[in-house]
């Protein structure tokens, strides 16, 4: 099924268990992006005429992390809409303390082709696990890690830290990840359910 340019739906949809209300919005965009809104509201926009079967797919996929990001969300005022609330001293000090020596870990797998040891910041984030910027020489992790499987978040570390090396998920990319990590789809996996 054919959309036009900006065209936005709203979808009633099960997602274990729960029912969900999705405004869904058809962009000129290679990939699919989920957000979840201060107050609880959920925002897909996907690619004009990707099929609805492929949409529900992902969100299924996705449905242990929309439980709860939902929930979380729904603790915050909907006009603090432009960015989730900055975590409190406390809550980036519990994040990185789980996450750092995970950094550390996997730090010596990319330091052997010249990366220097990068920043680590944590924050709130809506839509990623976790972020790189090569040119600032810096990853930032999704504080909601700390209450995801070591496993999960170990593959998040990784997966950042091989962004160093190669800024799009090519071929090359995964097959590093897969050298180090050899069970990283399962792990990727365990995440995106929501597993804790
Ligand atoms: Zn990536």
Same mark, same amino acid.
């Given at each position: 099924m054919r959309t036009a340019q900006g065209k936005a739906e709203r979808w009633r949809l099960r997602l274990g268990g729960q029912d969900y209300e999705i405004q869904v919005t058809y962009k000129q965009m290679r990939s699919i992006r989920l957000r979840v809104l201060p107050g609880g509201e959920l925002h897909l926009s996907a690619p004009i005429g990707i099929e609805p079967a492929k949409l529900r797919e992902f969100l299924e996929q996705r449905a242990g992390w929309i439980a709860a990001n939902t929930e979380r969300m729904? /603790? #915050? *005022?909907? =006009?603090?809409? =432009? #960015? *989730?609330a900055p975590l409190t001293e406390k809550e980036k000090k519990a994040a990185l303390q789980y996450l750092m020596p995970l950094v550390e870990k996997w730090y010596p797998t990319v330091e052997l $082709?010249?990366?220097?040891m990068p920043h680590v910041t944590v924050r709130a984030m809506t839509s990623r696990y976790g972020t790189c910027s090569a040119g600032r020489s810096r990853i930032t992790l999704n /504080?909601?890690?700390?209450? /995801?499987p070591v496993e999960c978040a170990e593959y998040v570390v990784l997966h950042e830290l091989t962004h160093f090396l $190669?800024?799009?998920?090519?071929r090359q990319f995964y097959a590093f990840i897969e050298g180090h990590m050899p069970d990283w789809r399962e792990r990727e996996r365990r995440l995106r359910a929501g597993e804790r």
């Open positions: 729904k /603790a #915050r *005022p909907p =006009e603090s809409r =432009e #960015r *989730p $082709y010249g990366v220097p /504080a909601m890690l700390v209450q /995801a $190669y800024p799009n998920h090519g």
